[in-house]
């Protein structure tokens, strides 16, 4: 499968932005798919993930209550609609599907990234 991220920007902080990442290649609902982010000098870290049919999601715990997850299988597109952003977020943000498991940071397979900076 192949995964590409959009939606990214510059953002002052308290703002929303909403991630997408389109998939094409095998059928969609074979994966299970997800979100890490990666902040200059650290590692790639989990933020979000959901399962092939939509529900159970899950959440970093920094992210959670502000974060939300969505796929859209009619559409090949996962979201992540991301609220009340803090400079902290400011990463480089993941797209990631795995057609055995929930996302790991072993996951097989990964978008380029989308650059998401918030603003103090």
């Known amino acids: 499968v192949q995964l590409v991220e959009s939606g990214g920007g510059l953002v002052q902080a308290g703002g929303s932005l909403r991630l997408s990442c389109a998939a094409s290649g095998r059928t969609f609902t074979s994966y299970f798919m997800g979100w890490f982010r990666q902040a200059p000098g650290k590692e790639r870290e989990f933020v979000a993930a959901i399962s092939k049919s939509g529900g159970s999601p899950d959440y970093a715990d920094s992210v959670k209550g502000r974060f939300t997850i969505s796929r859209d299988n009619a559409k090949n597109t996962v979201y992540l609609q991301m609220n009340s952003l803090q400079p902290e977020d400011t990463a480089v943000y993941y797209c990631?599907?795995?057609?055995?498991?929930?996302?790991?940071?072993?996951?097989?397979?990964w978008g380029q990234g989308t650059q998401v900076t918030v603003s103090s």
């Open positions: 990631t599907a795995d057609s055995t498991r929930p996302v790991t940071i072993a996951s097989n397979y």
